[in-house]
């Protein structure tokens, strides 16, 4: 049985935050895999500045490819768009069948969110979360405190946000030490975000 951590985002562009909890996530809980599921289009956020799905997914392999644990996913390309985590989840239980045990990887801010979510409850009752820590406004709703399958890690809190990288970008300043070396030049080359 393999345990696999879901890490779901746009990741437009995956930048070391990303990289550090992931790999927070494997070293020091008991998944053996942490995926980074590229989501086309996420149900809250708007399309405007986001990159080609295949170009978003290029960046995540390049940043994870000297990381045996760390796995790109494109599972939600082609799924019916936005995409809801609870869809992906039941496509992904099909693909892979009882041999691998699916949990999910989100920050704090998420959480606090999440009953909004799409069947957010079907999501509980089937999955065990795994929720780091990060600086947000708001509160955890009641119903998630002390909940069973809600494990807490404590990995560093770091903010750095995919927003400020290609806005910062853009102006011309020199956002090279937030982003994976290959991640930076593959952006560079490509000229994204200009
Ligand atoms: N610096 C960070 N540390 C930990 N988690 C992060 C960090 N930045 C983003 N995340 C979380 O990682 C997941 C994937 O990030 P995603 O690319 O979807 O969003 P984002 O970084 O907030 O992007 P944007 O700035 O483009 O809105 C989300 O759940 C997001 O909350
Ligand atoms: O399923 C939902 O209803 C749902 C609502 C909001 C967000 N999500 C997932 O959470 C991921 C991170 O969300 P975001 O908006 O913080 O980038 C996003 O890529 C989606 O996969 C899922």
Do not use: C
Request: charged share 25%.
């Amino acid at each position: 049985m393999k345990k696999v951590g879901l890490y779901f985002g746009t990741f437009n562009p995956i930048h070391i935050g990303h990289l550090i909890i992931a790999n927070h996530m494997v070293e020091f809980s008991n998944l053996d895999e942490v995926w980074f599921v590229v989501t086309p289009q996420s149900p809250f956020k708007t399309k405007k500045t986001l990159l080609a799905d295949n170009h978003r997914y290029q960046m995540v392999y390049e940043a994870t490819k000297d990381y045996p644990r760390l796995k790109p996913s494109k599972i939600e390309f082609g799924l019916p768009q936005p995409n809801y985590t609870v869809n992906t989840l039941v496509h992904l239980r099909e693909k892979y069948g009882p041999d691998h045990e699916f949990a999910l990887i989100m920050g704090e801010d998420n959480l606090k969110s999440l009953h909004k979510w799409k069947n957010y409850e079907v999501i509980l009752s089937d999955y065990n979360l795994y929720v780091y820590p990060r600086i947000s406004e708001g509160q955890v709703d009641h119903q998630f405190k002390g909940h069973a399958k809600i494990h807490s890690v404590s990995a560093p809190i770091m903010e750095i946000s995919s927003t400020f990288i290609r806005k910062n970008h853009k102006e011309g300043k020199n956002i090279r030490p937030l982003l994976p070396d290959t991640v930076w030049k593959y952006m560079d080359e490509m000229n994204f975000y200009r």
